[in-house]
């Protein structure tokens, strides 16, 4: 079973060879191969295949090692230029984002929704944080068999609700993209360049929790001393994962990081932008249910759908018209 995504790489690979190895051309390569690519085979029979592969194999070299980006993520081909990825996803969400990398995906299991948005630079604040117009121009369902190119760049901006549990998607994918950015971008109009921390940013950083755990005040000046190198998108994004995961980090290490974050860019008004997206979070409706009805719904209210498109959806979702208990659901939504 396995072998077939092996084979499928060989295609890609030799198609792109053909086509110079230009990345530009890779996303309709992979469509196409992804578009043509039999899997008929059930959830349960490639679990069960993969447990034995994972187990008994020399893997390639995975992509993401740890569950930043599926849950989890699987690598089943690495040449060194592109890979193809198996992404488990058991969360509802993700960031709306751009892509340094080229490609394409496709839903093997499960559905999600995808939404594109056109995102438009307001103002500059440094190279890696602008605010920015974002408008979701397009919404569809992803069913199972579904398959979209990935744009590298600012020329595709999406977001991918997991709406099963889980929702499986296969992906080929460029690596190792130096040319074009990758961009978080919050929905209340701030935009930050993602990015993966250094090994030397987080040598510094590890350094930093060995001095404070051993002196304070030497941890406080060292850290002083090495976040003037960093930009605010390292900072930003060491911040989101350290909310998340400590790192290894102790409570205080962490306090003290978190309290330097906001002694630097408290008083700036991107950083008022950023507080104000995580304070609107608290407002947020939450489904009692994790069906993927209820995360649509979840979905549709907190992301102000429009009361036609959100109940327009929902019906191609269930086959049928909105309960009572919907139509007040999305009483709320603009009409």
Known sequence: MISKF??????????????????????????????????????????????????GSSLPKQLNVYNNFGQPPVTLFNNGKFVVDLYFWMNIDTSIHSHSFAGAFKVLYGQSLHEVFEVKPKKVYAEDVMSTDINRVTT???????????????????????????????????????????????PNGLSIEKRAPEEKVLKNLFYYEYLFN????????????????????????????????????????????FETLNSIYGASEWYAIYENFYEQLEDHVHAEGDSAIDRFMEHAINSNYSYAQASQILITLQGHSLSEMQEMNFSTLEK
């Open 6 to 55: 092996h084979k499928l790489a060989s295609r890609v690979e030799d198609l792109w060879a053909t086509a110079g190895k230009e990345k530009s051309s890779f996303p309709e390569i992979c469509f196409n191969e992804l578009s043509n690519f039999e899997f008929p085979h059930s959830l349960e029979e490639l679990e069960s295949e993969l447990a034995l592969w994972i187990q």
């Open 140 to 186: 569809q369902l992803l069913n199972q068999g579904a398959t979209e190119r990935i744009l590298a760049g600012n020329q595709f901006n999406h977001r991918v609700v997991h709406l099963d549990t889980p929702t499986v998607t296969l992906c080929i994918r460029t690596i190792d993209d130096k040319e074009d950015t990758q961009w978080h971008h919050f």
């Open 214 to 257: 051993r002196n304070p005040e030497k941890g406080m000046a060292f850290l002083a001393e090495i976040i003037e190198s960093w930009s605010i998108s390292e900072m930003i994004n060491l911040y989101e994962q350290m909310t998340t995961d400590s790192m290894g980090l102790s409570e205080d290490a962490c306090g003290f990081f």
